[in-house]
């Protein structure tokens, strides 16, 4: 029996993260980049200046909602999004892709990645503009709702998008606790086990105990944990691979070049011959740079669906900056730190003998920290995978919540829990590669949306850039509902008036004291 599952379960990954799955999901990167103009590229200043940088600038971004507001910040959004992306993939799943695909595989990744930000840019365009409120008064919204509402809504598709919204739904659910839960639980009980001997039961009831404080109490807990673990995990990690860089900064010029003609079919990946060499290369840096940020799975967006934010390009911005941040910096640092320090022949990507796979980012840190370096290891992959879970924990109630309403969702929730003991204790080994098979499969409903529903982001991005960039004067395309559209409408004119009120009263008070001066 298992072996059969097995067998089918190989079968059909064999499709969606193999070339049929990846070809979908680079060609609707470049379809979605050729249709808005390379906005990732042209807007990069842009889209900067609005999201990591308007941190700083606008409080608004930060700001915690009101207690009867159900919404969380843009910025709790971004916190718990990048908590369900930046996981193992970014430290193993690097690994992978070096030693199975060489040194080339990276840019491969950078590629899926640059792409990736204007998938993830659309799903969260759609999300915020086919999102719903629920009987609590959450805004829900994702794949299951654009495909409802939005491929649905196409002539002779109203079934189509039903059953691929159902679909999705449920590949959501059962990749939530495998990959999302019991993978990652598994991964931390295993290096805490071997970093610091801890017990495996030991690791499992902790974790239990401590998820069940936060995944019960709602999104507003779960997103109130991760604004503060997410930065504090990627500054710790960040600046442990960057002193590695540093020491070994003679060397890095050496690891670019390793990846450019490894990129390029310049030199045989593993020691094969140079056509199979650019063609693992392709493949892993691909299908690693997917499992990385997760751009065109349709995951993220039902936590960026759930922001205090009107414009559905501005939650836009935040996939970009999203994909941008888990790829493109976390991911290249890790590379940069397996190929500089030696343990990983430069050219082809084999691991030296004496070093295991699996623990080839550990062996990194160990050659510059010495016996320190497994423990950071273990410490972040604790960060890691536990933000993992805690971002899967709202995906999965969310798909819930969509098949079978809110009554549904606590019951989900205390399963969710209980299965942190198992993962923490049992061998995953083929939970791990039916979850995995799950996740893609989740991709391809979403991406036949996206896809579909093209037109509709072009045109709502270009509403919002006459409107923020060109300054006309014309309607916001915000929701697709006319009720949500309006009440949004009203709240923003409420919102002009008061900021009026305000600086009126300010240039008032300005006046009185020059007057009392005077």
Not at 128 to 155: H, Q
Not at 485 to 496: F, I, L, N, S
Request: proline fraction near 2%; glycine fraction near 12%.
């Amino acid at each position: 029996m298992v072996e059969m599952i097995t067998q089918v379960n190989n079968a059909i990954n064999g499709v969606v993260w193999g070339p049929f799955g990846l070809a979908l999901l680079f060609c609707t990167g470049f379809w979605m980049s050729a249709r808005t103009g390379f906005f990732q590229f042209r807007k990069m200043g842009y889209w900067l200046r609005h999201t990591i940088g308007a941190i700083f600038t606008n409080k608004d971004i930060t700001a915690h909602t009101s207690k009867e507001d159900m919404a969380i910040s843009q910025f709790q959004s971004m916190c718990t999004a990048l908590a369900g992306t930046i996981g193992t993939g970014n430290i193993v799943g690097v690994a992978t892709a070096i030693v199975s695909g060489g040194p080339g595989a990276i840019f491969w990744m950078w590629v899926m990645a640059l792409l990736g930000m204007m998938t993830s840019f659309s799903e969260n365009v759609l999300g915020v503009y086919y999102r719903r409120k629920n009987e609590k008064g959450e805004w829900s919204g994702g794949a299951m709702y654009y495909l409802t509402d939005g491929l649905g809504a196409k002539k002779g598709c109203k079934q189509l998008g039903k059953v691929l919204a159902v679909l999705f739904a449920c590949f959501c659910i059962l990749a939530s606790f495998g990959i999302g839960n019991m993978s990652q639980i598994n991964s931390i009980a295993g290096n805490m086990n071997a970093a610091f001997h801890t017990p495996y039961l030991v690791t499992g009831v902790a974790l239990m105990v401590v998820t069940a404080l936060i995944v019960l109490g709602g999104l507003k807990r779960v997103a109130a944990v991760t604004e503060k673990l997410v930065p504090l995990m990627a500054l710790f990690y960040i600046v442990g691979a960057v002193v590695i860089v540093v020491l070994h900064a003679g060397n890095v010029p050496v690891a670019f070049r390793a990846i450019f003609r490894g990129a390029f079919n310049l030199q045989a990946a593993g020691g094969g011959t140079l056509g199979y060499g650019i063609s693992q290369s392709l493949t892993w840096g691909f299908k690693r740079g997917a499992f990385s940020n997760e751009a065109g799975l349709g995951s993220a967006v039902m936590v960026n669906s759930s922001a205090n934010v009107k414009e559905p390009v501005q939650q836009g911005m935040w996939g970009v900056f999203e994909i941008f941040a888990d790829t493109i910096v976390v991911c290249t640092l890790t590379a940069l730190v397996i190929l500089t320090t030696g343990v990983v022949d430069i050219e082809s990507g084999s691991v030296l003998a004496g070093v295991q796979d699996n623990a080839l980012v550990g062996q990194a840190f160990t050659a510059a920290f010495g016996s320190f370096g497994p423990k950071f290891i273990a410490i972040s992959l604790l960060f890691f995978a536990y933000s993992t879970v805690l971002g899967w924990s709202h995906y999965g109630t969310k798909a819930v919540e969509y098949l079978f309403g809110q009554k549904g969702t606590r019951v989900y929730k205390v399963i969710f829990v209980g299965m942190v003991v198992v993962g923490a204790t049992m061998k995953l080994g083929l939970a791990w590669d039916l979850s995995d098979t799950f996740n893609g499969l989740m991709m391809i409903p979403n991406l036949l949306a996206v896809l579909a529903l093209s037109g509709t982001v072009v045109q709502i991005t270009k509403n919002y850039l006459d409107r923020k960039v060109n300054g006309k004067d014309i309607p916001p395309m915000w929701s697709v509902f006319a009720e949500y559209q309006k009440a949004e409408e009203a709240e923003a004119a409420e919102e002009a008036k008061q900021a009026r009120e305000a600086e009126a009263l300010a240039e008032l008070e300005i006046l009185g004291g020059h007057a009392v001066n005077e």
